[in-house]
Protein backbone atom coordinates (compact mmCIF):
# COMPACT_ATOMS: atom_id res chain seq x y z
CA UNK A 1 0.00 0.00 0.00
CA UNK A 2 1.53 3.19 -1.29
CA UNK A 3 0.83 6.79 -0.10
CA UNK A 4 2.37 9.85 -0.49
CA UNK A 5 4.27 9.28 2.68
CA UNK A 6 4.64 5.47 3.52
CA UNK A 7 5.44 2.04 1.65
CA UNK A 8 3.12 -0.68 3.51
CA UNK A 9 3.87 -3.99 2.85
CA UNK A 10 0.52 -6.58 3.23
CA UNK A 11 2.36 -9.76 4.77
CA UNK A 12 0.62 -13.59 4.09
CA UNK A 13 -1.46 -13.23 7.30
CA UNK A 14 -3.40 -9.70 6.08
CA UNK A 15 -6.39 -9.65 4.55
CA UNK A 16 -5.20 -8.64 1.10
CA UNK A 17 -2.39 -10.97 1.37
CA UNK A 18 -3.47 -14.26 2.75
CA UNK A 19 -6.60 -13.54 0.02
CA UNK A 20 -3.70 -13.46 -2.49
CA UNK A 21 -1.76 -16.50 -1.18
CA UNK A 22 -4.73 -18.84 -1.30
CA UNK A 23 -5.53 -17.91 -5.05
CA UNK A 24 -1.93 -19.60 -5.54
CA UNK A 25 0.28 -16.27 -5.36
CA UNK A 26 3.40 -16.47 -3.34
CA UNK A 27 3.64 -13.86 -1.35
CA UNK A 28 7.21 -13.13 0.51
CA UNK A 29 6.31 -10.83 3.12
CA UNK A 30 6.04 -12.73 6.61
CA UNK A 31 4.49 -10.67 9.64
CA UNK A 32 6.81 -9.20 11.79
CA UNK A 33 6.60 -8.67 15.32
CA UNK A 34 3.00 -9.49 15.38
CA UNK A 35 2.18 -7.08 12.67
CA UNK A 36 0.47 -8.31 9.58
CA UNK A 37 1.34 -4.81 8.02
CA UNK A 38 4.43 -2.64 8.56
CA UNK A 39 6.38 0.09 6.82
CA UNK A 40 9.17 -0.82 4.54
CA UNK A 41 11.61 1.26 2.98
CA UNK A 42 13.36 0.65 -0.82
CA UNK A 43 15.91 -0.53 -0.09
CA UNK A 44 13.90 -2.79 1.98
CA UNK A 45 11.63 -4.26 -1.00
CA UNK A 46 15.08 -4.45 -3.47
CA UNK A 47 16.11 -6.71 -0.54
CA UNK A 48 13.14 -8.81 -0.68
CA UNK A 49 13.54 -8.46 -4.51
CA UNK A 50 9.57 -9.88 -5.56
CA UNK A 51 9.21 -11.42 -9.15
CA UNK A 52 5.41 -9.16 -9.02
CA UNK A 53 4.63 -6.45 -6.92
CA UNK A 54 1.47 -5.22 -6.43
CA UNK A 55 0.94 -1.52 -5.49
CA UNK A 56 -2.37 -0.12 -4.10
CA UNK A 57 -2.34 3.64 -4.64
CA UNK A 58 -4.97 5.88 -3.90
CA UNK A 59 -6.32 8.30 -6.68
CA UNK A 60 -6.38 12.16 -5.31
CA UNK A 61 -2.57 10.86 -4.19
CA UNK A 62 1.05 11.09 -5.47
CA UNK A 63 2.27 8.17 -3.83
CA UNK A 64 6.46 7.24 -2.64
CA UNK A 65 6.80 4.96 -5.13
CA UNK A 66 6.30 7.22 -7.62
CA UNK A 67 9.68 8.96 -6.53
CA UNK A 68 11.04 5.32 -6.23
CA UNK A 69 10.43 4.91 -9.66
CA UNK A 70 13.35 7.34 -10.38
CA UNK A 71 15.88 5.92 -8.10
CA UNK A 72 18.07 3.14 -9.84
CA UNK A 73 17.50 0.61 -7.33
CA UNK A 74 14.05 0.67 -8.57
CA UNK A 75 15.06 -0.83 -11.59
CA UNK A 76 16.95 -3.67 -10.13
CA UNK A 77 13.70 -4.95 -8.66
CA UNK A 78 12.73 -8.28 -10.21
CA UNK A 79 8.96 -7.63 -11.05
CA UNK A 80 10.04 -4.05 -12.79
CA UNK A 81 12.74 -6.30 -14.91
CA UNK A 82 9.77 -8.24 -15.76
CA UNK A 83 7.37 -5.89 -16.21
CA UNK A 84 4.97 -7.65 -13.57
CA UNK A 85 4.24 -4.13 -11.18
CA UNK A 86 1.12 -3.73 -10.84
CA UNK A 87 -1.46 -1.04 -9.87
CA UNK A 88 -5.08 -0.96 -8.10
CA UNK A 89 -7.30 1.34 -6.15
CA UNK A 90 -6.21 1.24 -2.47
CA UNK A 91 -9.91 2.02 -0.84
CA UNK A 92 -11.03 -0.97 -3.15
CA UNK A 93 -8.31 -3.45 -2.00
CA UNK A 94 -7.67 -2.52 1.79
CA UNK A 95 -10.93 -0.99 3.54
CA UNK A 96 -13.45 -2.76 1.40
CA UNK A 97 -14.69 -6.55 2.81
CA UNK A 98 -17.86 -7.52 1.63
CA UNK A 99 -19.20 -9.70 -0.78
CA UNK A 100 -19.78 -6.70 -3.68
CA UNK A 101 -16.09 -5.69 -2.92
CA UNK A 102 -14.59 -9.01 -3.14
CA UNK A 103 -16.52 -9.95 -6.36
CA UNK A 104 -14.80 -6.52 -7.77
CA UNK A 105 -11.17 -7.28 -6.40
CA UNK A 106 -11.73 -10.83 -7.89
CA UNK A 107 -12.67 -9.52 -11.23
CA UNK A 108 -9.38 -7.04 -10.95
CA UNK A 109 -7.16 -10.03 -10.16
CA UNK A 110 -8.29 -11.68 -13.42
CA UNK A 111 -8.57 -9.21 -15.78
CA UNK A 112 -5.02 -7.27 -14.69
CA UNK A 113 -3.76 -10.41 -15.27
CA UNK A 114 -2.29 -11.01 -11.90
CA UNK A 115 -3.65 -14.36 -11.15
CA UNK A 116 -2.19 -15.72 -14.72
CA UNK A 117 1.68 -13.62 -14.17
CA UNK A 118 0.90 -11.71 -17.14
CA UNK A 119 2.09 -8.83 -18.10
CA UNK A 120 -0.74 -6.04 -16.25
CA UNK A 121 -3.43 -5.24 -18.85
CA UNK A 122 -3.45 -1.28 -19.34
CA UNK A 123 -5.95 -0.17 -16.86
CA UNK A 124 -3.88 -2.11 -14.23
CA UNK A 125 -0.21 -1.10 -15.33
CA UNK A 126 2.13 0.91 -12.85
CA UNK A 127 2.50 4.45 -13.93
CA UNK A 128 5.41 6.00 -12.53
Do not use: C
Request: proline letters at 6%; aromatic letters at 8%.
Amino acid sequence: MATEGSFTVHSSDSFIGSLLSKLGRRNLVAPQGGNTQYDLSLEGLVALNPGTLVVLTGADETPTVRTWAKNPLWQKLNAVQRGRVYEFDRDLWTRSRGPIALRSIFAQMISSGLLGDRTPAAPYQFRP
